[in-house]
């Protein structure tokens, strides 16, 4: 079977502007022809009347020598209309020549429906003052349903005469409506890839402006998307160059290493250097991941068995430092978040303030409730951040120079995306006393 292709708006838009066009009108000709009928009838009915009494005052006086008389027909319409005039009810005396023998209609007067012969009539009876002439006069239904026909033909003619035309006129009208969309459409297209410059917005029309605002914020966030690959990309040849070197440079020791403690020695650089390059590409490829994530689905997380969860696994880390941690937890505080990304924030945390604490320091990690807000944190005693350099110590592989410590300069960029993803706010202030660095994450109040 065929694909099809996809659905034109410019025809859609013709389809409804017609269809819509078309059941207004039909429905307009529908209540028109409804009380237009009805008004006919109502004159129509009254002409019949009319005539009854006519018939009633004009004849009855001069029947008194007439057997049986009929009335010649005067119009062309005439073979519709017929009357009747009986005496008594029983003889008839006068009638049109159309009229059938048998009574038009029964002897009460009032108007009335009957078939006779045939056909079917709508009649007006009624008696002279003296009850002495009855008079029918009657009308055959079926010029009635003729006479509605034609009425119901002529309001719906010019709804198919006009139609085509209306097709075509709103046909141009879209053409010209959905112009400016064209123009869009054709600048996308003639777009280099690389070019992701905004889109001219003169002389768009206010419903596809906010079409060109989206895709001029599309555009730019895919420039920064490209800009921080680059960079990404850059920085990242750059870190591992180092390690490498490192390792190539202790592996090269090792080899000519006269004898076992100088290649002990060089064996365990070589170790310390593979090390820290596979911390390097295990935070790289943490922050591709955080880089790429936007707003997942969220699930309550407590915050004070997540703490102890990640010391736990970073207490080993610490005792052989000397490095002492504790927990202060408040109870039953908890987040909206994902666990998996809140636990790699914490480890970070925790991770830096670990390596930049002194033997014999101290890390606190606390959580807690602040002006309503979950605030988690995490204090340590070591060097801390001059708070001139606090906001670039968020920036990918920037270091404090002078702390000692080779790391990857990408813990706290990966903490920061990852408050950004949960719409929390990271601090870093001075620690405990001016001491050290205090990096405070306040999540949105539940």
Same mark, same amino acid.
């Given at each position: 079977?065929?694909?099809?292709?996809?659905?034109?708006?410019?025809?859609?838009?013709?389809?409804?502007?017609?269809?819509?066009?078309?059941?207004?009108?039909?429905?307009?000709?529908?209540?028109?022809? $409804?009380?237009?009928?009805?008004?006919?009838?109502?004159?129509?009915?009254?002409?019949?009347?009319?005539?009854?009494?006519?018939?009633?005052?004009?004849?009855?006086?001069?029947?008194?020598?007439? !057997?049986?008389?009929?009335?010649?027909?005067?119009?062309?319409?005439? %073979?519709?209309?017929?009357?009747?005039?009986?005496?008594?009810?029983?003889?008839?005396?006068?009638?049109?020549?159309?009229?059938?023998?048998?009574?038009?209609?029964?002897?009460?007067?009032?108007?009335?429906?009957?078939?006779?012969?045939?056909?079917?009539?709508?009649?007006?009876?009624?008696?002279?003052?003296?009850?002495?002439?009855?008079?029918?006069?009657?009308?055959?239904?079926?010029?009635?349903?003729?006479?509605?026909?034609?009425?119901? /033909?002529?309001?719906?003619?010019?709804?198919?005469?006009?139609?085509?035309?209306?097709?075509?006129?709103?046909?141009?009208?879209?053409?010209?409506?959905?112009?400016?969309? /064209?123009?869009?459409?054709?600048?996308? +297209?003639?777009?280099?890839?690389?070019?992701?410059?905004?889109?001219?917005?003169?002389?768009?029309?206010?419903?596809?402006?906010?079409?060109?605002? $989206?895709?001029?914020?599309?555009?730019? %966030?895919?420039?920064? %998307?490209?800009? %921080?690959?680059?960079?990404?990309?850059?920085?990242?040849?750059?870190?591992?160059?180092?390690?490498?070197?490192?390792?190539?440079?202790?592996?090269?020791?090792? $080899?000519?290493? +006269?004898?076992?403690?100088?290649?002990?020695?060089?064996?365990? #650089?070589?170790?310390?250097?593979?090390?820290?390059?596979?911390?390097?590409?295990?935070?790289?490829?943490?922050?591709?991941?955080?880089?790429?994530?936007?707003?997942?689905?969220?699930?309550?997380?407590?915050?004070?068995?997540?703490?102890? #969860?990640?010391?736990? !696994?970073?207490?080993?880390?610490?005792?052989?430092?000397?490095?002492?941690?504790?927990?202060?937890?408040?109870?039953?505080?908890?987040?909206?978040?994902?666990?998996?990304?809140? $636990?790699?924030?914490?480890?970070?945390?925790?991770?830096?303030?670990?390596?930049?604490?002194?033997?014999?320091?101290?890390?606190?990690? !606390?959580?807690?409730?602040?002006?309503?807000?979950?605030?988690?944190?995490?204090?340590?005693?070591?060097?801390?951040?001059?708070?001139?350099?606090?906001?670039?110590?968020?920036?990918?592989?920037?270091?404090?120079?002078?702390?000692?410590?080779?790391?990857?300069?990408?813990?706290?960029?990966?903490?920061?995306?990852?408050?950004?993803?949960?719409?929390?706010?990271?601090?870093? !202030?001075?620690?405990?006393?001016?001491?050290?660095?205090?990096?405070?994450?306040?999540?949105?109040? +539940?």
């Amino acid at each position: 079977m065929p694909e099809r292709g996809p659905a034109s708006l410019r025809w859609r838009l013709i389809a409804l502007v017609l269809g819509a066009v078309a059941l207004v009108w039909l429905v307009t000709a529908v209540l028109t022809y $409804r009380d237009a009928r009805h008004e006919m009838n109502e004159v129509m009915d009254a002409h019949l009347a009319q005539a009854a009494a006519l018939l009633i005052v004009q004849t009855t006086h001069e029947l008194e020598d007439v !057997e049986t008389e009929h009335a010649p027909a005067l119009h062309r319409h005439a %073979q519709a209309v017929a009357f009747q005039l009986w005496e008594g009810g029983r003889r008839l005396r006068l009638h049109s020549a159309n009229a059938p023998e048998a009574p038009l209609a029964p002897a009460e007067p009032g108007f009335s429906e009957r078939e006779v012969e045939g056909e079917r009539w709508r009649v007006f009876t009624s008696w002279d003052a003296e009850g002495e002439f009855l008079v029918h006069v009657g009308e055959k239904t079926a010029v009635r349903e003729a006479l509605a026909r034609e009425l119901a /033909e002529g309001m719906l003619r010019p709804l198919l005469l006009a139609l085509p035309l209306l097709a075509v006129l709103v046909w141009l009208a879209v053409r010209n409506g959905l112009r400016p969309l /064209e123009a869009v459409a054709a600048q996308v +297209a003639a777009r280099d890839p690389n070019r992701l410059a905004p889109l001219e917005a003169g002389g768009v029309p206010a419903e596809v402006l906010p079409l060109v605002e $989206r895709l001029n914020a599309l555009f730019a %966030q895919v420039a920064r %998307q490209f800009e %921080q690959e680059r960079r990404f990309t850059a920085d990242a040849a750059h870190e591992l160059r180092t390690p490498l070197a490192a390792i190539r440079a202790q592996a090269q020791v090792a $080899r000519a290493a +006269a004898g076992d403690a100088e290649r002990h020695r060089a064996l365990e #650089a070589l170790i310390r250097g593979c090390d820290r390059a596979a911390h390097l590409i295990e935070q790289l490829l943490t922050l591709a991941r955080v880089d790429a994530a936007a707003r997942l689905p969220t699930e309550p997380v407590a915050l004070e068995p997540l703490a102890a #969860a990640v010391l736990a !696994e970073l207490a080993p880390m610490a005792l052989e430092k000397g490095v002492e941690v504790e927990l202060a937890a408040a109870p039953g505080l908890g987040v909206a978040g994902q666990p998996e990304w809140l $636990r790699i924030l914490l480890r970070n945390l925790v991770d830096n303030a670990i390596r930049y604490s002194p033997s014999g320091g101290r890390v606190r990690v !606390e959580t807690a409730r602040e002006a309503g807000r979950p605030v988690l944190s995490v204090a340590d005693t070591g060097p801390g951040i001059p708070e001139a350099e606090r906001e670039r110590a968020l920036q990918r592989f920037y270091r404090v120079l002078g702390s000692g410590e080779a790391g990857s300069g990408l813990g706290l960029s990966i903490v920061g995306r990852i408050a950004e993803i949960h719409g929390a706010e990271l601090r870093l !202030e001075a620690g405990a006393g001016g001491v050290g660095l205090r990096v405070a994450v306040r999540f949105p109040a +539940a």
